[in-house]
């Protein structure tokens, strides 16, 4: 099974005037974020003078990623592109949950579980995962992980799970 894209034949949900549908979504995706952007950095202090404030660059990236994704929709308004394609959800599914569990379990349980756990929920993601292998790559990876941030970067991270250490 691949996760790339599968065009689906049939009739489109799209409205008759929109010509290329995938880059008008992508279009209105990214003017979505680019307005998240905007309204999520609108209570830091901007710039003042010559001087940069904190929501000076959010701000310039929304602005800029605004005008990019309403050039993108007007692309797929006006020129013949591909309809919208399926998309397996299955990887980044798995990645987001993943990044989730490391967030939640990094505290209580220390680096080398939450690392472990969270390489093994990724792995998850795709059914061409070969689990010993997985399995030794991802101890391998927490071991280099345990020692590279604590020590090598001197990053106060606790490595083993808090009712282990009291």
Not at 57 to 81: D, H, I, K, Q, S
Not at 84 to 104: D, E, K
Request: hydrophobic share 55%; net charge positive.
């Amino acid at each position: 099974m691949s996760d790339a894209p599968s065009h689906v034949p049939g009739k489109s949900i799209m409205p008759s005037w929109v010509k290329g549908p995938q880059d008008f979504v992508g279009g209105l995706a990214l003017m979505a974020i680019a307005l998240f952007a905007l309204w999520a950095s609108s209570d830091l202090q901007g710039m003042h003078g010559f001087s940069f404030g904190a929501g000076t660059a959010p701000r310039m990236f929304g602005v800029l990623l605004l005008g990019l994704g309403g050039a993108v929709a007007v692309v797929g308004l006006l020129t013949e592109g591909p309809h919208l394609a399926i998309y397996a959800w299955r990887g980044p599914l798995f990645v987001t949950l993943a990044i989730v569990s490391f967030a939640v379990t990094i505290r209580p349980m220390g680096l080398i579980v939450s690392a472990f756990i969270s390489f093994m929920v990724s792995a998850l993601g795709t059914p061409e995962t070969r689990w010993k292998e997985t399995t030794i790559v991802g101890v391998l990876l927490t071991a280099f992980c345990s020692f590279l941030f604590p020590y090598a970067l001197g990053l106060p991270l606790q490595l083993l799970p808090a009712f282990l250490i009291r």
